[in-house]
């Protein structure tokens, strides 16, 4: 057994086969892939791992296996899946999941190969493991699936607080050991148990003060949207999409600044000379067909915003988040001796969920000089239909602490 | 210049008027005087005092009128009335203010008398500053007044994260420092400045998490409903309310101990031997009539179950709280240029405005020995009409963590 | 089994006798008896009590016998003198500790009869454990005795951190996990596991952070020595020692308050007018027959010092505390396979030492108005060669952030 | 002004010449330059930047400037120096230190043209202040340069909280707030002020808590080890040191896997395939000639003991620290109103020195396989007398918590 010591749990108790996978090239590539990509342009101190974060969902997978009395080959099982179930992620994290995916067919829970191939796949088949039933657990398959991944994964419960504690925000604040403990299978679902209809909800309101505040933070959005154009660009230049996936941080990083079509990318993320925002209009104000467009016709309705403003197509970016979701709604808790979603439980689930869709931005960047000709353009050619003083007071108001 | 080291503030530097006003009794007594009351029944932890709750509040508002640029007697003047708006309050916090304003007529914040005669007043006007004015502020009067007492008062700002703090309990978290930087002045009301709904909404929040977890949870409330119990009895052999109302935790407790009518009760908190619930039922279940009662219809009331049950009325205790208030929901925000409400801003407070009113429980409690009896005596008395098995089911639901 | 939330340690397992002995008179009493009585008067914030300092014992001694795969009725019965180890405290803590001994010839760990007989020895009893070999353990009895009070046990353990919490300073953390699960029987010897000179070196660090900056701050030994005068006065109006070592702080203060003799010392407790420093001396300007004077001696000598200032002998109190000690020099840790003594392994030991009997001062206490007379007065009378203007600048120099 | 969110410090203000430095590529490269290089081999949460690290800095200079009552042009210099004070960091801060030293002759803290060049110069002169004056403060040089670079800056008082903070280590804890606060100018020194010994004290605690710990954890000097071998590999590959210098993190580790010479290096530090210790000898068992061998030397004796051992020269790493040094001891104290240095008051110093030179330990690394044949290789070639048994021992003892 080893024991590595934790900023958020402590100490951690690393054995059996996670002990063994622990030293495989996957698990170890997460030392450099940074949980919140882009984040760190916001929040400085940000810079925590999928690999520390990996470790966290092994803990509290281990403590949730102890609780719903859970052992033997089947918690190795469980315990092996919580330490791999992010060996999918590309560089960046979730900045560069969509290019990679549309390129590759693979989610970052697609983990397929990387269990059931190479290193892992001879670790988990020497601890007299079924790599591909790991593999499907991971995608959240079966009973115990749901506890790495569903509602009420221990992922969550684990980047919550770790997100929280690395950016100093005061909000992903939740219960986890309480959580833990009020883990009960019902009827092959995994609920929370009779009682806890408001630690449930403490999930979903953890969720909805992190989401505006440090995941969707605008300028973390811009450097998001700048990295997935980079990662375009790099693919177009004869990187294979599998080789892309399977960078880390780094090499991406690097790869980005040597590559003459992403220098000038690289060269502003180096600098925080992010682009700014020309527009950022509410889901009301967007029309359905850009809603609805695909990739292509995203990058030429972009290219058509440059045209119009008279700028290169280089300098414009349209980011259209899909629509808000929110997986916490359909959590599962006990009432009455019953598994019930919690959407039917509480009221306040319709309230977030509004409050989702009015926080829900789309944007069109551009570096600063060009902002006064590319948001008149890009209005015009998405049909928006904004009130000229509304556009610039929404500018406005995001100039101070959160401007950084 | 003093400096005060605090567990959530670190250094709090005490200077002027406020240096003054930390000698003097009715700020020093505020030492013996628990925030929380009988929550540490629940939370063992609890048991942090209203004296550093104010220093707390001082801080905030210090940093708050900085941030405002408000300086020299009229900061002063606040600084007072942050310190000292405390001073009112009875013995064991709220769990005895009813009890004492039913028989003096003064609420806790009513602080007249102590801030315009003796000690404090002595310091105030050896400062220049005028007992009625500061005592207008702690009352909420005023433009700074909002600042000690109002939907942004610092009071709260401190508390929840300090009631966080102390029962250990991750949900009171706010960040206490953007709260104080964001806060403007716009046309003579305390608003949160632009670009901060979301900031708004993160207070209520708190509270909303606060509330079922540690302000309401059941067994405080027993607890503070055998206190009220005790004090009324102890009014009734003769002691004086005002006497009563300056009384510290300590003095009470002791009294409570020494008076023959007082005894058990005293001898049951000691033990943390609770009364239990019998009934504990929801908003929509309690007649109009009951929920309409004064205290003395609520005693008669108390009495009848008693009869029915065949106990003895000591073994009764019916307790029906008022009407779920939630003061953050008036909280302004500025948006776009003009000082809003929340309410109007935010879908969240009809949210939790609802969960609130279905968090609301009226509760018969007795010994443990008389539920079997009571429970049924009282449904009958109140009318209530509970399916059985519901009544049970309840009862159950929290037998568990909660129950300690 | 009951959960309960700590500030500490989050969530505290209560399970088995622990369980049933939580609801002992005994064991509830240590609520309203402060952890650290009079150094609140210093650090606003340290209100915890030895009710959730007992709860955070128990839980580190269920971590450590875990780890030394302790299991059974011999863990049940350690379990129970974790639970039950400070029960046998006076009000205050260690404030009116020696005043209670010297008249009842019991210290605090003097458990027996508490545990021997009525509600604890019935529940023990009940679950097939010996109260004598448990009140043993409370002394440090036997090999699983030092867990509970020894060199490494866990009350050191959980108080080192629970009161740096509580007060806010950032000295007295250790890795309490760690050091539990290095623990290791050896020979019949409780001692630090192979690797560990640094962490036991760490423990005593802690100490000797905490000491001066807390434990032994002058104000709170002021706080100190008053109360203790208090006890003797009570005692001399014909209280029981008995009597007064079972009563709690709140019986204790209210007595105080109300007897003729100690009135005043209440009041100026109360107000926090506490005497002031008239003399500060340090060990070796300290002549030998003070330092050996036994406590009617003491007396005497205070009498003359008043004597010769010409004030009432109630305006000068002595404090000379006993010489320094440091129990965890004799910590074990186990260097090549034995468990040596760490002061035989650590230079450290020795330099602590050193400073410990630096920072020991002896101190003359009165009322601020007559330090001017009774400090010269103490020299002469106590043979004190104190270069007047070092005793001045001594007392200067504490004027700062120590002397609220 | 910008207001920045931080783990450690909360919101850190950035305002005059800071915020306009802030925007300069040397300031934002340190993003990208790890704090603690390959300490985050065995705490996986030591992720942190010496960007956040200059921005705390930033923040506790500024405080310190408000106590000492600095203002105007002499306390933006400040500032700036604070801000830049790490900007001449190599890749992975102190692991590539010694070999970028070696080749440009410039230390981390020798900024020159890096402040009085370029866009650093720029933003200095747009401000009127001057570059070389800046410089000189991050050298130290001057009364406030103390404050910058010096036995009581504000650099460590930043890192040793920042470092523990990340590692989840209790160890580095200090009283910031109260450092910042009782800090004086006398004679043109920077000092603590009276009645600080202990403060003091606490500093050199940290530090001695921490360096064993984290900074010289065995695993974190292997891979420092492992580093600087990379980095001479590369500089013989052709790369020039000065651009070796200027990389940040990425493109260094980026460029070890790319070239032939350091390929096997980095694949190793990719996988956490490390090194392990053949040897690990204490100070006084090495001979006077290997503790004062160059350079040259010491590489000459890892070929002989390859050579010995009959392994290939690359998987032998031999690594002797200098002399331990300990810088806080002349930390200077007012007593009695002058200012002394701590080493002549405190007998702590001494003994903490002692310490240190216990710990001190030459390592002589290699495959794992080859520890068998490079140990006793190793102690021949260099004339260690170590009796076997103990070496074995040795080792043995850091197979736990440790070695991970």
Redesign the interface.
Known sequence: M???????H??IDVKGVAEALL?T?PV??L??I?QLGTV?LV???A???R??HS?GVLHLADRALEHLSVAGPQAERVRAAALLHDIGHSPYSHNTEAVVQRHTGRAHDDVGPLITEGAVARVLTAHDLDPDSVAGLVRGEGELGQLVSGELDVDRMDYLVRDA???????G???Q??LV??LALVDGELAL???NV?TA??LL?AR??MN??VYNHHAARVGKAMLRRGAERLLETGVAPERLRRMD???F??AL?EADSTAAIAHRL????LFKRAVWAELADVPEDVLGADYHELRNIEGEIADHAGVDPDAVILDVPGEPRMTESTTKVVV??EARRLDRQ???V???R??QR??WRMGVYCPEEHTGTVGPAAETVLGLELDAL?TD?RR???T?????
């Open positions: 080893v024991t590595i010591k934790d900023s958020v402590d100490h030293e090239p170890q590539r030392r450099r940074r760190q929040y400085p101190a810079n925590h791992t690999f520390e470790l504690h690395h950016t100093g925000v005061p909000y604040t939740i219960d050991a309480r403990r009020e148990d009779e009682g408001q909800e403490s309101l909805a003060l505006p505040t941080d780094w090499d990083h690097v600044r180096d600098r925080r000379d009455n001796g509480s009221a306040l319709d309230a977030l509004t409050a009015e926080q509304v007071v406005r108001l995001h101070r602490l959160d401007d950084f």
